[in-house]
């Protein structure tokens, strides 16, 4: 016993064989025993580490100080890092749908397009719209306005729908303030700007290619009609009250500006109190802040809700986070785990010897993490927490650092299937069979998946 212990503790091939028990075990709890992401993770985590040698005051601390404890110091990390993004995020999105910023976007789009073009609005819709509204939120808020247009088009709801869906996917994998991006961003110590700048280069592409080419193409082939008991309320709902276009672009817009004007004056700026401003505004936390509360004034006070009634909108968005936040945490804390007991130095060197670029590695295993449980988020910050040390030498700069989180991106969202909660929230919200869903938004993920990859990994070419 002592024997293998130490084979499994010092050798190559010992650790790699520590590593794909673990994560066996972790899918195996995930996927078969419908253990909770975040418990099967922890408790994972644990076994990894007392098998890989870490010692008990190492890993849990003692009862006089625990905070350098490799469980505290695993979620406090990347929590500190992403808590008051994700949150912030979420409160915008709130009110960006509460106001009917969304419908007034697409009537916008539909209005520039005509009726024609109605599929691709709503894939620009999707997209704009994604980037602060988390992915099944948007599914909820723009199913209305799918139903609305597919009964005007008289066309099947598919052509509608995936246009839109490949904006929300894409936003989700590839852009703050999503957590997937978020965490694997703090992983590898990335400005957010760079995230931002990459996730855009990458993440258009993808989706004109499989939102609208393919979603073109597939829309045209697979007739699904609206349910006749469809109601859409919400579709009627801001009428006489919404928002103007321009306040919503600025809503949108607001932080993503600020947070490349922090990355860039951090750059370029001369030292002195313009460049100070730059960075202290585009500071994530700082620029979402500043965008909240113009859009508590622009899309809540002068629309207007009360202050009690923003505040029971913040508190009841917030009320899903807490579970995103523990599986992210205890993603990073798995993580912590396999960098602790050198299962990560010994991926870095089994991906050497095999010769595969780092950024085809890192898609690699996000597709098999993606594959086998479902989650993107799971997949992203497992992927991470994997290659984080290989990531630690300084040997990559900030743009190819963004570029390995695309890869990682777009590696989670490939081959949605029936494992995965979304793909049974789109079944559900746009009639569609298993099969239906499995020829429509299975393979839309995985031309998403592969596109995006590929833009990641052209431009990793040229970027130094």
């Not at 009639?431 to 839309?444: G, S």
Request: charged share 10%.
């Amino acid at each position: 016993m002592d024997a293998f212990l130490t084979w499994l503790r010092q050798d190559t091939a010992g650790l790699l064989t520590l590593a794909g028990l673990g994560i066996a075990l972790l899918l195996f709890l995930i996927i078969k025993l419908k253990v909770e992401p975040f418990i099967a993770l922890v408790g994972v985590g644990v076994l990894v580490a007392l098998a890989g040698g870490v010692s008990i005051p190492d890993l849990v601390g003692t009862p006089i100080k625990s905070s350098d404890a490799l469980i505290e110091k695993g979620f406090a990390g990347i929590l500190g890092h992403i808590t008051l993004i994700i949150g912030l995020g979420t409160v915008l999105g709130a009110i960006l749908e509460r106001s009917g910023g969304a419908e007034v976007l697409l009537g916008k789009l539909v209005g520039i397009f005509g009726e024609k073009g109605t599929p691709l609005a709503m894939g620009i819709t999707g997209f704009v719209l994604g980037i602060p509204v988390f992915f099944d939120i948007g599914i909820f808020v723009l199913a209305p306005l799918i139903y609305v247009a597919a009964v005007r088009g008289g066309k099947s709801l598919v052509l509608y729908a995936l246009p839109l869906l490949a904006g929300l996917s894409i936003t989700h994998a590839f852009l703050p303030p999503h957590p997937g991006p978020v965490a694997a961003a703090g992983l590898f110590h990335v400005e957010l700007g760079w995230i931002i700048i990459m996730g855009l280069a990458c993440g258009i592409p993808a989706w004109f290619v499989g939102g609208i080419l393919f979603g073109t193409w597939i829309g045209k082939r697979i007739i699904v009609p609206v349910p006749e008991d469809r109601i859409v309320p919400e579709a009627e709902e801001a009428k006489g009250h919404e928002p103007s276009i321009g306040v919503v672009l600025l809503v949108i817009g607001l932080p993503m500006l600020l947070i490349l004007g922090g990355t860039f004056g951090n750059i370029f700026a001369p030292e002195g109190a313009l460049r100070d401003t730059l960075i202290f505004f585009g500071n994530p936390g700082i620029a979402l802040t500043v965008a909240v509360l113009v859009a508590m004034w622009l899309l809540g006070f002068r629309q207007g809700m009360t202050a009690e009634e923003l505040g029971e909108l913040s508190g009841s968005s917030l009320k899903p986070v807490g579970m995103i936040l523990l599986v992210v945490g205890a993603g990073a804390f798995f993580g912590a785990v396999l960098a602790a007991t050198g299962v990560g130095k010994a991926v870095a060197g089994t991906l050497s010897a095999a010769g595969l670029p780092l950024i085809v590695s890192a898609y690699v295993i996000a597709c098999g993490m993606r594959i086998a449980q479902g989650s993107a988020t799971v997949a992203i910050v497992t992927t991470g927490g994997i290659l984080a040390p290989v990531l630690t030498s300084g040997e990559y700069s900030q743009p190819q650092l963004a570029l390995i989180v695309m890869a990682i991106s777009a590696g989670s969202i490939i081959a949605s299937h029936v494992n995965d909660g979304g793909f049974w929230i789109i079944a559900k919200y746009f009639n569609m069979t298993v099969k239906q869903t499995l020829q429509t938004w299975t393979v839309l993920e995985t031309v998403l998946s592969v596109v995006g990859f590929a833009m990641a990994s052209i431009l990793f070419l040229f970027v130094r």
